[in-house]
């Protein structure tokens, strides 16, 4: 069609030239004519007409030449090409509009994408400035003075101890309605019913055979058989003479495990030893943070971290190899703790266990399982779930200050029969204590209160 057009334009435009051609021709002639005699008149006008009826001629074969060329070029289109026609553009504008969907997707997808990167972004920036505020709470509280373990334990004692103090202070002569008032005091503390269990069966046993004549003499009971129940064989580490002692340390979010590595380290440093950190909750950004500056900045020691979800066991390895190249005393590795109810969590502390003894064999030497005092008698139902689970050498209670129901180490020892190696009991890194079950004991069932 565009090809037709051209020609019939080129047509027209010819037309017009020859025309305007033949009049000019026409009008110089007139006046070459009206300067000559009249007698050449005839023969100029004749030869006028001859010269305009050649231009005649040869537009008129313009005009058809042009008219044949439209013919050959452009035949007429059949009403069913036509419908092709129509068809193919209907297709392509479909296409196209397909396309411009599609491209809108695509644009909407990055845009969500994009979405998604800033806000992650965003919380591993909130992550790391807790750890940074962590770290700085953690440097002002190193300036106040440690607790004893009488002020480290004074909620405790205002627990279950404490109702039972109550208790004898109303009644001084034992008799049924005392036991009965002591065995619902005991049993609804956290020490958990088997312990208190326990000891009602000791206290009735000897009071039958009149060895309770006072309240006095309740009071030396439970304190004797808190002892029995705290004082587990607890051993010093044996340290391998081929390659570092390895701890692993386990245990719910939440509890304090990352600070009491933290801790842990700094004891072991002040005590001689070179440590290494390994950062195996490699799930949550904010305690890798946190333990890095523990390592840089307050313990100052080596520190091994993977990428974000990066596979704990192999952090874990490869920290064991570094510390053992490198001669270092301890390698405490921080593990996982989204949820102690899940089992992929606990598959997930098997293998590192396995990994432990490739990477160096024997280990880890010890593994430890904190729980806060705080959550009371589900502190104690998380061991058993750990301890069905997989076998821990020690057990570690954080925030013994912070709660009355501190009474619950009574009946994780008496349940789990695993030693409390350390309690917290304070923010400063002195305030992680070395347990030892007679000064508990005689801090727990103070006197003077």
């Not at 750990?386 to 050498?393: G, H, L, N, Q, R």
């Amino acid at each position: 069609m565009s090809n037709t057009a051209g020609i019939i334009v080129f047509t027209v435009a010819l037309a017009t030239f020859i025309f305007f051609l033949y009049r000019y021709i026409v009008v110089v002639k007139k006046k070459q004519l009206e300067e000559k005699p009249d007698s050449d008149v005839e023969k100029q006008e004749t030869q006028i007409e001859a010269e305009a009826e050649e231009i005649s001629e040869a537009s008129e074969e313009e005009k058809i030449t042009a008219t044949e060329k439209t013919d050959e070029s452009e035949p007429e289109k059949t009403e069913a090409e036509i419908e092709g026609e129509k068809a193919e553009v209907e297709k392509a504008e479909e296409v196209a509009e397909k396309a411009e969907v599609k491209k809108a997707e695509v644009e909407k997808a990055e845009d969500v994408a994009e979405k998604a990167e800033v806000e992650k972004a965003e919380d591993v920036e909130v992550e790391k400035a807790e750890a940074e505020i962590e770290a700085e709470k953690a440097k002002k509280e190193e300036k106040k003075t440690p607790k004893t373990l009488k002020e480290g334990l004074k909620k405790t004692r205002k627990g279950f101890i404490s109702r039972i103090g109550k208790l004898f202070s109303f009644k001084k002569e034992i008799d049924e309605d005392i036991l009965e008032e002591l065995e619902e005091v005991l049993f609804t503390s956290d020490i958990g019913p088997q312990t208190a269990n326990k000891l009602m069966d000791i206290i009735k046993d000897k009071l039958s055979r009149k060895e309770l004549g006072s309240n006095k003499a309740i009071w030396q009971t439970l304190r004797e058989v808190s002892l029995d129940i705290l004082d587990i064989e607890n051993k010093p580490f044996a340290y391998p003479e081929d390659g570092p002692f390895v701890i692993l340390v386990v245990g719910v979010n939440g509890v304090g495990k990352t600070t009491t590595i933290g801790k842990m380290a700094l004891r072991l440093k002040n005590e001689g030893k070179s440590v290494l950190l390994a950062a195996g909750d490699t799930f949550r950004a904010a305690a890798i943070e946190q333990l890095e500056v523990w390592a840089r900045d307050r313990v100052q020691c080596e520190f091994v971290r993977g990428k974000e979800k990066a596979d704990p066991s192999s952090v874990i390895f490869d920290a064991i190899k570094k510390a053992k190249k490198e001669n270092i005393d301890v390698v405490i590795a921080d593990t996982a703790g989204r949820l102690h109810t899940k089992v992929n969590l606990m598959e997930e502390l098997k293998k590192i266990r396995r990994t432990c003894n490739k990477a160096s064999e024997g280990a880890p030497h010890e593994t430890f399982l904190v729980l806060d005092a705080t959550n009371g008698q589900n502190a104690l139902h998380q061991a058993d779930i750990f301890k069905k689970a997989m076998d821990f050498s020690g057990i570690i209670i954080t925030k013994m200050d912070g709660t009355a129901k501190g009474g619950v180490i009574l009946g994780i020892c008496d349940k789990m029969k695993v030693p409390v190696k350390y309690i917290g009991i304070g923010e400063q890194v002195e305030d992680l204590r070395v347990f030892d079950a007679e000064d508990f004991v005689v801090a727990l069932y103070d006197e003077e209160e």
